[in-house]
């Protein structure tokens, strides 16, 4: 099977800044809402995956031929599921990331099931779910990374959010005696750097969307067509991935428990001592 070769233009801007320190890893993350682009009471996940530069450059190859020859990038929302080409793609696609080294990062929760302890607060914007997906993505990739190496967060731009990521980021780019995984030995951030970038610029950006679509397909009603024809990039890693799917209870208790005690310096400290594991499951079991 011939494999093409990636441009070389598919990696630019990555793994070379800051110039003093490059990064050796990136994430790249993609959100899925609800259909109207805002949020609603249903299930919202963050999703996606983190490598090395040689993972990267792998996974491009393969994905590319994946993709075939008609098709330039994979964009889920626009898929014709009543083509069993659809499915034969995503089966041929679900496998790529993993084979080429990369690890799924994810993030989950149900808006409804803690509404009622924010609507009217003054934090009710900061604990959107877009935010409350990032800190266990963040915090467990943060923590699985190698003792003294770097890591750059790639987002797809999303303007609504944008300012809050800028705002709880730099806490975790600051020595925290109760959380020394956030440093390198030389004192410097494992967060190197985070930015946005525009919709469809790379398809480095294409297996986040996937994962995060099959997951919110998944927990909305996991006998759908959608859900089953996802199933190829779920059941990768024995349907396990780093982060977390937050329960009712859960999420819950983490609001009531710091929310009094002000959120943005408690709650990534809470989300990190109660998924210090960084293994949730992806909840697709038959």
Same mark, same amino acid.
């Not at 679900?94 to 080294?101: L, V, Y």
């Not at 609507?119 to 467990?140: E, H, N």
């Not at 750097?193 to 998944?218: Q, S």
């Given at each position: 099977?011939?494999?093409?070769? $990636?441009?070389?233009?598919?990696?630019?801007? %990555?793994?070379?800044?800051?110039?003093?320190?490059?990064? *050796?890893?990136?994430?790249?993350?993609?959100?899925?809402?609800?259909?109207? +682009?805002?949020?609603?009471?249903?299930?919202?996940?963050?999703?996606?995956?983190?490598?090395?530069?040689?993972?990267?450059?792998?996974? /491009?190859?393969?994905?590319?031929?994946?993709?075939?020859?008609?098709? *330039?990038?994979?964009?889920?929302?626009?898929?014709?599921?009543?083509?069993?080409?659809?499915?034969?793609?995503?089966?041929?696609?679900? @496998?790529? @990331?993993?084979?080429?080294?990369?690890?799924?990062?994810? +993030?989950?929760? *149900?808006?409804?099931?803690?509404?009622?302890?924010?609507?009217?607060?003054?934090?009710?914007?900061?604990? !959107?779910?877009?935010?409350?997906?990032?800190?266990?993505?963040?915090? $467990?990739?943060?923590?699985?990374?190698?003792?003294?190496?770097?890591?750059?967060?790639?987002?797809? $731009?999303?303007?609504?959010?944008?300012?809050?990521?800028?705002?709880?980021?730099?806490?975790?780019?600051?020595?925290?005696?109760?959380?020394?995984?956030?440093?390198?030995?030389?004192?410097?951030?494992?967060?190197?750097?985070? +930015?946005? /970038? @525009?919709?469809?610029?790379?398809?480095?950006?294409?297996?986040?969307? %996937?994962?995060?679509?099959?997951?919110?397909?998944?927990?909305?009603? !996991?006998?759908? *067509?959608?859900?089953?024809?996802?199933? @190829?990039?779920?059941?990768?890693?024995?349907?396990?991935?780093?982060?977390?799917?937050?329960?009712?209870?859960?999420?819950?208790?983490?609001?009531?428990?710091?929310?009094?005690? +002000?959120?943005?310096?408690?709650?990534?400290?809470?989300?990190?001592?109660?998924?210090?594991?960084?293994?949730?499951?992806?909840?697709?079991?038959?």
């Amino acid at each position: 099977m011939s494999i093409r070769v $990636q441009s070389p233009h598919d990696l630019d801007g %990555y793994f070379d800044s800051p110039e003093d320190c490059p990064t *050796k890893w990136l994430l790249m993350l993609r959100a899925y809402i609800d259909e109207s +682009g805002h949020e609603a009471k249903n299930w919202m996940f963050l999703a996606g995956y983190y490598g090395s530069c040689d993972h990267w450059e792998q996974f /491009v190859s393969a994905w590319k031929e994946g993709l075939g020859p008609q098709r *330039k990038s994979l964009h889920m929302s626009t898929l014709r599921w009543n083509k069993d080409r659809t499915k034969r793609l995503l089966a041929k696609l679900g @496998p790529i @990331p993993e084979r080429c080294g990369l690890t799924g990062m994810l +993030g989950g929760v *149900k808006f409804s099931d803690y509404e009622d302890l924010v609507t009217g607060t003054p934090a009710a914007r900061q604990l !959107k779910g877009y935010m409350i997906c990032l800190f266990p993505i963040v915090l $467990q990739t943060l923590k699985a990374l190698p003792h003294n190496e770097r890591i750059e967060l790639v987002f797809e $731009q999303q303007n609504e959010y944008e300012p809050f990521v800028n705002m709880a980021l730099p806490g975790l780019t600051v020595p925290d005696r109760h959380a020394p995984w956030l440093m390198t030995s030389d004192g410097l951030p494992k967060l190197a750097k985070w +930015g946005f /970038v @525009p919709k469809g610029t790379t398809i480095m950006g294409d297996p986040a969307d %996937y994962l995060a679509f099959a997951l919110r397909e998944a927990w909305t009603d !996991k006998t759908s *067509k959608k859900a089953k024809w996802c199933r @190829p990039i779920l059941s990768q890693g024995s349907g396990e991935g780093m982060g977390a799917i937050l329960s009712r209870k859960t999420i819950r208790h983490i609001i009531s428990s710091t929310y009094m005690l +002000g959120f943005l310096e408690k709650f990534d400290r809470t989300m990190a001592e109660l998924y210090r594991d960084g293994i949730a499951a992806r909840g697709i079991a038959e």
